[in-house]
């Protein structure tokens, strides 16, 4: 049965046995809409003309639409149902973002953040991402609403233009309705200055009347101090970023013409960013007018790609105990980069921020994509591993990590049932991790993909393994930062 059957005895049949998704079901204006299997494909089928671009087709005495999940149905489907439509979610005590690279994520974060109490940002992807799995903006915020319209998410999602260095690109995601903006401010860091390039720089007056001699009290027990040094020194590192912040902030969110929350992202630095350089950019900030709903500093340690935190957790503590306590002096929620299984932190940063914070993931949704493909399909994951080695150095290039290939086990030695162990262990991780947009991009010598295609016919065929794995593996994150069950 299909669901050209299921149409004549809407309300009167179960909806699964004629392949169409049953929390799709819904009615606007008099004409129901759902979405239904159609083969290998998913489509929205319409009883009346409602706006949907497809083919109108009449079966049993009624005239439907089916329509494909394009950009152009998406956005009728965000105008008709805006549910479907993102929403600003930083305003929330708790947010969390997955970053979905592969546009198929989506269906197990819905499970995740219907049994949590997070609001979850399920369109969140930066340029680098873009280009390295050549998607748009409007196939993330598209695949995100097809999806949350299919599984009846009704609870609210944000989407991020994420790390965002240009106006142009800010522009590009607001026009799209992104609902945040995570600015990256790296271009405008001056990273390497020393004490010695300090000693010829003088300090403008007005900073100086600011800061010197003056001690800053913000509450529960923290005070700063500003010496000629530090502040000299933190005038040459951040004062580029916090005038472009004030220059993208003035241009796009002052007016409130867009209806998004604004980050600011100061935590691709070559060091970390200490209480006092956050207090003084959060500070300068304020004065200059610019309102933000997050800030992401550069924590002590290292928050690399896929693996847990590297570093002294002693040290992580007490620092994310004063950065907490000068996010609450300014009225924002610290933003959590790199948050992808960084489970030691987890607890520190629920209890430090008092359960309000935003935490970012992306990496470790690919990565359990990609631990599906060695459980469903071994001989195919052997392939993109063998490959993923020879496109390390390359990939190193996009993203820091420590990786030691030595330390890899060989996979030849390895049985079929041991490969998903590789998920465990740091190095094969982190492999896996930054080779995604090279993986995904291979070709053959007549141009074809050499893996992509296969890899998401497997996807398709296994979503509720993937969606079983995303839940337990996003729930862990969600329960050791404390975020309760709802």
């Not at 759902?34 to 083969?39: E, I, N, S």
């Not at 994951?381 to 496109?391: D, E, F, N, P, S």
Request: with cysteine; hydrophobic share 40%; glycine share 8%.
């Amino acid at each position: 049965m299909n669901y050209e059957q299921f149409i004549p005895q809407i309300g009167a049949a179960s909806p699964a046995q004629f392949g169409v998704f049953e929390k799709s079901i819904n009615t606007v204006g008099g004409v129901t809409v759902f979405m239904a299997k159609d083969g290998d494909e998913t489509v929205i089928i319409s009883t009346g003309d409602i706006g949907f671009a497809g083919e109108s087709i009449t079966a049993s005495g009624v005239s439907y639409v089916k329509a494909p999940l394009n950009h152009e149905n998406a956005c009728v489907l965000r105008r008709l149902f805006p549910f479907t439509a993102p929403v600003r979610v930083l305003g929330h005590e708790r947010s969390f973002g997955v970053g979905d690279r592969l546009g198929i994520a989506t269906p197990g974060h819905i499970r995740v953040f219907e049994d949590f109490d997070a609001y979850p940002v399920l369109a969140q992807q930066s340029m680098r991402e873009l280009t390295l799995t050549n998607r748009t903006y409007e196939d993330v915020v598209d695949s995100a609403s097809f999806f949350v319209y299919r599984d009846g998410f009704k609870k609210g999602f944000g989407a991020d233009g994420d790390h965002l260095k240009t106006a142009k690109d800010v522009e590009y995601a607001l026009s799209l309705g992104f609902t945040m903006i995570t600015l990256d401010c790296s271009d405008h860091i001056k990273n390497g200055v020393t004490d010695e390039m300090c000693a010829d720089f003088v300090i403008p007056s007005e900073f100086s009347q600011r800061y010197l001699g003056k001690t800053f009290d913000i509450g529960e027990g923290v005070t700063l101090t500003f010496n000629e040094t530090e502040l000299k020194k933190i005038l040459m590192i951040y004062g580029g970023a916090i005038d472009f912040a004030h220059e993208i902030y003035s241009a796009f969110f002052a007016s409130g013409k867009y209806d998004a929350d604004f980050e600011i992202s100061i935590d691709e630095t070559a060091t970390p960013t200490t209480p006092l350089q956050h207090f003084f950019v959060a500070s300068e900030l304020t004065r200059c007018g610019v309102k933000c709903a997050t800030v992401a500093p550069r924590f002590c340690g290292e928050f690399q790609k896929g693996v847990d935190y590297i570093g002294d957790l002693k040290q992580f503590e007490e620092e994310m105990a004063v950065h907490s306590t000068i996010a609450r002096h300014f009225g924002y929620k610290l933003s959590i980069h790199s948050g992808s299984d960084k489970f030691s932190t987890f607890p520190i940063i629920g209890e430090k921020n008092r359960g309000v914070f935003h935490v970012k993931t992306a990496g470790t949704n690919w990565l359990e994509a990609m631990r599906v493909v060695a459980v469903a399909d071994p001989s195919l994951y052997r392939q993109i591993h063998k490959y993923a080695l020879t496109a390390f150095a390359e990939a190193s290039t996009y993203y820091h990590v420590t990786t030691d290939l030595n330390k890899i086990p060989d996979i030849d030695k390895m049985s079929d049932s041991e490969l998903p162990e590789l998920f465990t262990q740091n190095d094969p991780r982190q492999l896996i991790h930054i080779t995604y947009g090279l993986i995904l991009n291979k070709k053959t010598p007549d141009g074809k993909f050499e893996f992509k295609d296969r890899l998401y016919k497997l996807w398709r065929e296994k979503e509720d393994l993937y969606s079983d794995a995303l839940y337990s593996h996003i729930g862990r994150h969600l329960t050791e930062l404390g975020v309760a069950r709802v």
